[in-house]
Nanobody, 124 residues
Framework: VQLQAFGGGSVQAGGSLRLSCAAS????????MGWFRQAPGKEREFVAC???????YYAESVKGRFTVSRDNAKNMVYLQMNSLKPEDTAVYYC???????????????????WGQGTQVTVSS
């Protein structure tokens, strides 16, 4: 599976952005797809993921503000980000894995496939 993330940009606090991740491969629908982010000087952290079942999981810091979704017919995953805060500023990555177990969905190194990052900058 090859992944390509896009849709980042600069926005003021309180604004919204939607990130997209395009995936190749015929078995995309069976993959767990995750979003991670990495701010300068910090470790990569889990943001959200959506299982092949459609179940979604979020980091506490984004719960209620971000929504992850997928369109299996288009091989796409989305991250709708509302009420953005300056602390959301980071490079955002999409990731995918077919075999990842539930207890590992928040662990970046458990994902086999990664897209290039897309920068999100939120100004105060």
């Amino acid at each position: 599976v090859q992944l390509q993330a896009f849709g980042g940009g600069s926005v003021q606090a309180g604004g919204s952005l939607r990130l997209s991740c395009a995936a190749s491969g015929r078995t995309f629908s069976r993959y767990t797809m995750g979003w991670f982010r990495q701010a300068p000087g910090k470790e990569r952290e889990f943001v959200a993921c959506i299982r092949y079942s459609g179940h979604t999981y979020y980091a506490e810091s984004v719960k209620g503000r971000f929504t992850v979704s997928r369109d299996n017919a288009k091989n796409m995953v989305y991250l709708q980000m509302n009420s953005l805060k300056p602390e959301d500023t980071a490079v955002y990555y999409c990731a995918g894995d077919r075999e990842i177990i539930l207890s590992s969905i928040r662990v970046s190194h458990q994902y086999d496939y990664w897209g290039q990052g897309t920068q999100v900058t939120v100004s105060s």
